[in-house]
Nanobody, 123 residues
């Protein structure tokens, strides 16, 4: 089993920045492809960004390209999501996910999920 714990959420003004972290523990031997998803109130969970196990390949949703950056530190078993120029519509619970089926933009590509961290962007 792998446990994922997100941190770094909070309240920020529109235009501000936050950095989310996702720490993994448990059966972390060998690296996992990791993804970030978010779910706003009353909406479906949506893909935000993903990074391959090596860190060489990254994907971004069109809506966050140029503003968000995903990175990982495999020595620390941690994945980061740097979010800049945040918008009020990006208020959501942000989840990290891990899997070994290949880097994916789909929830179905991930086996393990964290509990989520709330990001609130005030306008």
């Amino acid at each position: 089993q792998v446990q994922l714990v997100e941190s770094g959420g909070g309240l920020v003004q529109a235009g501000g920045s936050l950095r989310l972290s996702c720490a993994s523990s448990g059966r972390t031997r060998g690296n996992y492809d990791m993804g970030w998803f978010r779910q706003a109130p009353g909406k479906e969970r949506e893909f935000v960004s993903a990074i391959s196990s090596s860190g060489y390949t990254t994907y971004y949703a069109n809506s966050v390209k140029g503003r968000f950056t995903i990175a990982r530190d495999n020595a620390k078993n941690t994945v980061y999501l740097q979010m800049n120029s945040l918008k009020s519509e990006e208020t959501a619970v942000y989840y990290c996910a891990g899997g070994r089926m290949g880097i994916s933009t789909s929830e179905n590509g991930y086996t393990y999920w964290g509990q989520g961290t709330q990001v609130t962007v005030s306008s």
